[in-house]
């Protein structure tokens, strides 16, 4: 039999095998973190994932006391996630729209497209920096859950005009021109088909972008600064988040603070999923919907 | 497409404004011109805070730099509180910049196997189920990695830790000693890298699914093996990608705070034994001494930060560069 | 070289639906034997089972027999990779390397079977240039990307690839469908040389072209959306263009169908 119809080099086949094993076992290794990571957040953090901890705050809890809980930091992620979405998804939004609609590839379109891509890449840190060099230092306001919600909104406004971008991007320019065709004014055009027609996507990286924000620390540290007590009102004196009770208590020597820092992790990363597993769920409810 | 066509155009003048003539195209005119300056504005605002974070960050560090009495760049010690205050950017710069190409070191080779697993190797099914999970690394929350990392992770690194150190002392990074703790700059590169690595991979998944259909049939049509496919078709293409994608891993590396401040011990000494205890980087340390900072505190503490804006925009316009050279490329290969 | 293919019995997949069904023909050695047939008759999915590059298709799997001088190249001792090594290939629309220089484009099949000896190289890319009538036309510029290369060009290219190895059967996917009409009579000239060393198989979908370049036609067609494509009739290229003995074939001849 003609060995040239069998024959492949035995070093040849090696190699092919060894890439296919390692190229699996670097999976294998990349998900190691992921599962332990959530494992140890729902094995420890579920020890006082309790009616206590999700309706009591930090207050007159001493160093050492077991008890306390987030509600504090719960009420203030909320609200500082919730003003920061309502800054910036309108902002984002039209700036996307005059990348796509209006911008036309002009200088200005070019540079604001640039300088999300660079906004895009900012240290959260640095997002926390400025809100603090500028509202609180320049501006002489005070430490607030909506000094907060503005650091947020820096961070989320480059995200948001980029997925809302490539999403009008997606709308096909015959539905713009049969209406543009029949005389319709090109901002209804825009907002009564362009919009429509993208909008589960846009939504789509709205959620995702808050869930991103939702589990920022550094911003909030340097701008809602830390309290033990619950403060209802985002905009006077220092509230707290989320992010910043788990640094917090994680920060802390006591086991019983290590336990209100997994606990509140866990609360974290189930807003957090919660937010990117319904993202996932409208783009993938939406599929359907184009094909049709 | 078509019935949906049919559907908009059918609400449209139905829904009011057209019929009515010269009314309606001005309200039409004035609409446009006020949504397309809503629509400009916004952008310009965009422009603006870039501007104003450059600005401010700028004038509220130039006090506290005036007040310094080292040299900011080459100084190791950070002590701005103290009177006179005297403090300087270098070692926690140093913990930084090291800390982060630590783990792009290690992030980087898992992160392209990992994509070409899922890209490449792993059944077609499946291959969309693995890109989310790889993307759920992503979603994780920083400050839960911190916690993981600080509570899990320090601990348990010192026995791998201490080996790496006694066997790979020909390095300069290693000493050849024994670890006492895990609170490292390599324990935080540890984290670190498993934070860039789905950022990493998910950007060179992008490019390697991009690869032409017709490249990898001609090497494979040629008698290439699947390991070899990759490397004459795959791996050329997806170069510049992934080159872009690791360096928006490394921005991202230098700047994250809370992982690297619960994990590292905060040293202020530049020390190349990156197994040892100690360590500290730029954001950790805005995020360990701001609260107890005064007001030349906080002005330093803002100049630092200025020079970690200033080192992630120079790596994020690099990789963005290293992008557009490729979409050129890619242009003139079509 | 050259060698004879012997196909018996073939059927070809993609998941669960059949896309050619029983097939049993015979290529000959140093002929060109062409392939034609509607759009959806599985001429190009023949074409690829016959180097294996069907069951790289998702769920592309295969049932029958092709025997190439005797080794079935589907037995179970058979070794894919070498046999695509043995069969070349040249797709529809010219895929050169985008990231490789000319030379090394021409190298690659040869690197990969490790010889890289350079003066042994130079030679093998100067004979397989020459071969694709390419090389008076390049050999000035072989370290420049094959990518900046005219359509034909970088089509005569990739046949220097694909003869650099030496392969026994040349296998040739619509080669002209992208190319202008001078491109075009410039590879149907190549592929008249060719025959003198290679067992050529083309598929097309000009009929001009496959009275004029092959010795022999296959036609294929489908009864009906869904159903699998057959071989209708195989014969020398004159009688199959001026007396098939097939309705269906000369329907499709004169252009009174697909």
Known sequence: MDDTLTHVSAGRKLKDLTAKVLVGAAFGLAVIPLVSVLWMVVKNGLARFDLDF???????????DAHGGAYHAILGTLQQVALAALISIPIALLTAIYLVEYGEGGRLARSISFFVDVMTGIPSIVAGLFILAFWVLGLGMSFSGFAGALALSILMMPVVVRSAEEMLRLVPNELREASLALGVPKWRTIVKIVLPTAFTGIVTGVMLAVARVAGETAPLMLTVFFTDSINNSAFSGAQMGLPLFVFDQAGKPNPTAIDRAWTGALTLILIVMLLNLGARLIAWWRRPATSR | MTTSQTETLDHGPAGGDLPEGKDASRTGRIGDRVFRLASSGSGVLLLAIMAAIAVFLVIQALPALRANTAPFLTEKIWNPNAVPPRFGIAALAFGTVVSSLIALVIATPVAVAVALFISHYAPRRLAATLGYVVDLLAAVP??????????FLVPLIMDPASWLNRNLAFLPIFNGQPVSSGKSIFTASVVLAIMILPIIAAISREVFLQVPKANEEAALALGATRWEMVRMAVLPFGRPGVISASMLGLGRALGETIAVALIVSASFEIDWNVMMPG?????????????????????????????LFVITLVVNMAARAVIARRKEYARAGA | MAKRIEISGLDAFYGRTRAIADISMAVEPRQVTAFIGPSGCGKSTLLRTLNRMHELTPGGTVEGKVMLDGTDLYGAQVDPVAVRRTIGMVFQRPNPFPTMSIYDNVAAGLRLLGRTRRSQLDDVVE?????????????DRLDKPGAGLSGGQQQRLCIARAIAVQPQVLLMDEPCSALDPISTLAIEDLIATLKESYTIVIVTHNMQQAARVSDVTAFFTITDAGEPGRLVEMDDTNKIFTNPSEKGTEDYITGRFG
Request: no cysteine; hydrophobic share 45%.
């Open chain 3, 127 to 139: 004979r397989s240039l020459t071969g694709a009538n390419l090389w008076n036309e390049v050999k």
């Open chain 2, 279 to 307: 360590g500290n980087s730029i954001a950790a340390n805005i995020a360990n001494t701001f609260q107890e900072a005064g007001a030349t505190g906080r002005g330093a503490l803002i100049a630092s930060g200025l020079v």
């Open chain 1, 54 to 64: 999700f309706t009591h705050s930090m207050r007159n809890i001493g160093p050492f």
């Open chain 2, 142 to 151: 920083s400050v839960v990695y911190g916690l993981w990392g600080a509570v």
